[in-house]
């Protein structure tokens, strides 16, 4: 079956038209919804976590909104259809991190802290150097974050309005088109974060969270209906008009490439092996989801919490394979990469092939395109708007009132804090984003994940588990993660050095790898050892209480 050669053409005023309308339509919502929760955002418990009030299904919607970005939607759908058999293993990390965000973090987190991943490091160490590391760390964590969603939306809207190299749209052209574009999403996000704390971004998430459940389910339908259910014919098809034959099917296309050179081989696979560590052990060092266990009234109930992401998130994953092979078969690799190089845009042009096949002429593509970039608006914003918040919290929380003020600020104030957090923040996310629109947003996300497990991690797991832990082993293990992580993204080919890097006409990279895990995290873990053993400090008594408390709930907020 030939490609849908229209799947990169949009039928400009029809679906202009209706995405812009949908779009405003689900801003008006989510913005209403926004303002009631402000209404009831009084204390700074309601900013940070809500107030504590969220069921376990309530929260595992919203965990499951918060983790299922951009990179999920529009990422690996279009590494799947690029890469085929290599892209699917971003699904298969991004789920596998859960068991370890369930078993090793979820329940000892909600009991031990209060509102950030810091009041746990905190909690039997020096509160301003540990709380200070901590902020930090959270911040480069959500900005590495933020750019994928950002770059997301930018190519997002490049497809919906139509702009194509060479194309203009209100005297923009296209890369003008996504720079605004970058900037309108960081602008909506803030708004949501400084007007409705926790409590308005969970329900906006929750919203979410249905939407593109939703959505990926309707499509997926299609998509199989489309060959009757034939899984095989499918994945023939998607084969075929990838133009890459049967080498779509099987792995190495991407990853642990065999070449000529024996050392290029090496990395290729120690490249694939970095990449893994790095999604199974990332999920459970990520600020914006571990904030998610504060929003519960009990451990139960985060525990129960989730359990319901790991439903909603691996259906979803499942749903990204008929996406992602859905999207080769129909649009085809061309089709995809004349949109975006990066094949951010795959999802997105598969509900046009599938709305034209089943509704009718362009306007039918124009339809379902439009809907289904709407769900991917609401994907991008309301990831972004938890990221936001969890970074301006930690530099509120951590750093002005523990930090700056010494425990002595007011609520009042620390929450006016958090608001300029988040201005500031996704000030800095909007500007890094622009320079980033050649790379994969899942591939982004990746190494948002490294930055985690490398940072935050070790000093979370030292923290929850080792009598011995001091503060001078937790700042080792997270400036030491944190700056070799950081580091090594910086000399690799995802920043100079390559065509698709954030500045592909400069080469300064040494580091052969594109995700600095397999390096990053040992070193992390490393940091918080050797600090650890050559301080003096060692408070076992405090360490039998943090035990008690993680184990049983007693004492928590």
């Not at 540990?130 to 959270?138: G, M």
């Not at 309707?218 to 084969?239: C, E, P, R, W």
């Not at 608006?377 to 509120?396: D, E, N, P, R």
């Not at 918080?528 to 007693?554: F, M, N, P, Q």
């Amino acid at each position: 079956m030939e490609p849908h050669l229209f799947a990169a053409e949009v039928s400009t005023s029809t679906s202009r038209g209706l995405t812009i309308t949908l779009f405003l339509v689900f801003v008006a919502i989510t913005l209403a919804i926004t303002i009631w929760a402000s209404r009831q955002t009084k204390t700074a418990t309601d900013f940070y976590a809500g107030g504590r009030q969220f069921s376990g299904f309530q929260n595992g919607m919203a965990i499951g909104g918060d983790y299922m970005s951009a990179a999920s939607f529009l990422g690996i759908a279009g590494l799947i259809a690029l890469y085929g058999y290599d892209g699917f293993l971003y699904s298969i990390g991004f789920l596998v991190a859960w068991l370890v965000a369930l078993l090793l973090v979820a329940e000892y987190l909600r009991n031990s802290g209060r509102y950030t991943m810091a009041d746990v490091l905190a909690f039997r160490m020096r509160q301003r150097p540990v709380r200070t590391a901590a902020s930090v760390s959270t911040i480069v964590v959500s900005i590495f974050y933020l750019i994928a969603q950002m770059v997301g939306a930018g190519a997002l809207v490049s497809l919906l309005l139509g702009i194509k190299p060479g194309a203009t749209f209100l005297g923009m052209d296209a890369d003008t088109a996504k720079v605004a574009t970058i900037i309108l999403v960081g602008a909506l996000m803030i708004v949501y974060v400084i007007v409705g704390g926790m409590k308005g971004t969970t329900y906006v998430q929750i919203v979410k969270a249905f939407m593109l459940m939703t959505g990926a389910l309707l499509m997926t339908i299609l998509v199989l209906a489309h060959y009757k259910f034939n899984l095989s014919q499918l994945l023939g098809d998607a084969a075929a008009q990838s133009g890459k034959g049967d080498a779509f099917l099987e792995p190495g296309l991407r990853y642990g490439i065999e070449s000529a050179s024996a050392s290029a081989t090496f990395y290729s696979k120690m490249d694939l092996l970095s990449l893994g560590i790095a999604l199974v052990l990332g999920t459970a060092g990520l600020p914006h989801i571990l904030t998610r266990f504060y929003t519960v009234p009990t451990s139960k109930i985060a525990r129960k919490s989730v359990l319901w992401a790991i439903g909603i998130i691996g259906t979803f994953y499942l749903f990204t394979l008929a996406l992602g092979f859905g999207a080769a078969a129909l649009v085809g690799g061309a089709n995809i990469t004349a949109q975006d190089k990066a094949g951010n845009t795959a999802a997105p042009q598969l509900a046009q092939a599938l709305g034209v096949d089943y509704l009718g002429g362009d306007t039918g593509g124009a339809v379902l395109l439009a809907i289904i970039a709407a769900v991917a608006f609401a994907t991008i914003l309301a990831v972004v708007a938890g990221l936001t918040l969890a970074s301006s919290s930690s530099l509120a929380h951590d750093f002005y009132a523990s930090v700056i003020k010494r425990g002595n600020a007011n609520e009042r104030d620390e929450v006016r804090v958090a608001r300029i957090s988040a201005l500031v923040i996704g000030a800095v996310a909007i500007a890094l984003s622009i320079f980033a629109q050649s790379l994969n947003v899942a591939f982004l996300v990746a190494l948002a994940f490294a930055v985690a497990a490398s940072a935050n991690l070790p000093a979370i797991l030292y923290s929850l588990f080792w009598r011995r832990f001091n503060t001078s082993g937790a700042l080792w293990s997270i400036y030491g993660g944190l700056i070799a992580a950081v580091v090594l993204v910086f000399f690799s080919p995802v920043v100079s050095g390559s065509a698709t890097a954030m500045f592909p006409d400069s080469d300064w990279h040494f580091f052969p790898l594109s995700n600095p895990g397999i390096i990053s995290i040992p070193i992390g873990f490393l940091c918080g050892w050797i600090g650890t053993v050559l301080s003096k400090e060692d408070d076992t008594a405090k360490y039998a209480e943090l035990e008690v408390r993680s184990l049983t709930g007693h004492g928590a907020h």
